[in-house]
């Protein structure tokens, strides 16, 4: 039998990036989304966006979804249940977001606290771009950390951005002082604008990232919020 080719590509031993997605409305034209598979001997685990259309048949070949991850209410969307209905797996998310996310499909746990969940995922929530906005820990099979930030900061043609509500930036600055204190080898973005959807860092490269991404508050044009 021939091999399927996949349109999803491996970007580490144990991870896979989705084709990108591009969210309305139009007037932010070099947004992407994406969504990364992590593989796990006990049940692939999935991270932001449900929305990948072109990919459902990737992640079957690559041994489904156990649980399927938000960092935050905008990579919200019909995929949810799509992938759901098809894998049967759970919806994780934070309990900011879940009122959205349940108008599609079922949530079947919400946090607010930092903790830890099974295969080594730990949940940190990191309000400030959205209320319930949260990011990832977790390590790699090689044994380096992975940090899954969703767009809490993201790629911009080679700079570090930030978006927030004027309301939410006190808790954003909170947010980037806890994620100061982390050393991800690498970090996994939800969106980017546009740039690739993966960075390697060393503890000063992450430190001076977080420092420009908050820069970029007072720097970057004024934009309008946007749904996917």
Known sequence: ????????????????????VFPEPKDWP???F???????????ILFYTGDITENYDDL???????????SHDHEVGPGLATIKA??????????????????FTQVDETFHARGHHPDGIEVIPCPG???????????????R????????????GGKWEALVDESDREQF?????????????VVLFGATMPDKAFHEFTPQTWRNALKEAVQSLDNIPVRNGYDQ
């Open 1 to 20: 039998m021939k091999q399927q080719q996949l349109k999803m590509q491996q970007v580490y031993p144990d991870l896979w990036l989705s084709q990108p």
């Open 86 to 103: 098809r894998f049967g797996n759970t919806l994780h998310t934070h309990s900011a977001a879940e009122p959205l996310a349940k108008t």
């Open 60 to 70: 079957e070949a690559l041994g489904g979804v156990k649980r399927h991850y938000l």
């Open 129 to 143: 771009h959205t209320a319930g906005s949260a990011c990832y820990l977790t390590r790699a099979s090689d044994g």
């Open 34 to 44: 994406h969504a990364f598979l992590l593989k796990r001997d006990e049940g692939n």
């Open 173 to 185: 600055l909170q947010s980037i002082e806890l994620l100061a204190k982390l050393e991800p080898d």
């Open 30 to 32: 070099d947004l992407k």
């Open 145 to 156: 950390s992975y940090l899954f930030i969703g767009d809490t900061i993201y790629p911009s």
